[in-house]
Nanobody, 116 residues
Framework: QVQLVESGGGLVQAGGSLRLSCAASGSIFSAMGWYRQGPGKQRELVAIITSGGNTNLADSVKGRFTISRDNAKNAVYLQMNSLKPEDTAVYYC????????????WGQGTQVTVSS
């Protein structure tokens, strides 16, 4: 059974930093990453990292956020610096399992609130 458990969200002032962590279990994962959904907005991609370490970040977070992973621990991290109020959202960890079919799994989400 695949499980993803996020941690590290919270309340921070604009310009501050937070580090999100996601511990995955139950399979071997190819891509892992983060999405977010702000108030009244659709869920959007924040950052993705492959098992080989290739990354893709949304333009809105480039230069401020960094994604990394520890394959031995099945963990993915999101270091968020220079946070802005518009980064306020629920952040969801996602992980992809590629076998006979492709399956994407999601964590329960962690709230990040950036105050101005």
């Amino acid at each position: 059974q695949v499980q993803l458990v996020e941690s590290g969200g919270g309340l921070v002032q604009a310009g501050g930093s937070l580090r999100l962590s996601c511990a995955a279990s139950g399979s071997i994962f190819s891509a892992m990453g983060w999405y977010r959904q702000g108030p009244g907005k659709q869920r959007e991609l924040v950052a993705i990292i492959t098992s080989g370490g290739n990354t893709n970040l949304a333009d809105s977070v480039k230069g401020r956020f960094t994604i990394s992973r520890d394959n031995a621990k099945n963990a993915v991290y999101l270091q968020m610096n220079s946070l802005k109020p518009e980064d306020t959202a629920v952040y969801y960890c996602t992980a992809r399992v590629v076998g006979g079919s492709i399956n994407d799994y999601w964590g329960q989400g962690t709230q990040v609130t950036v105050s101005s």
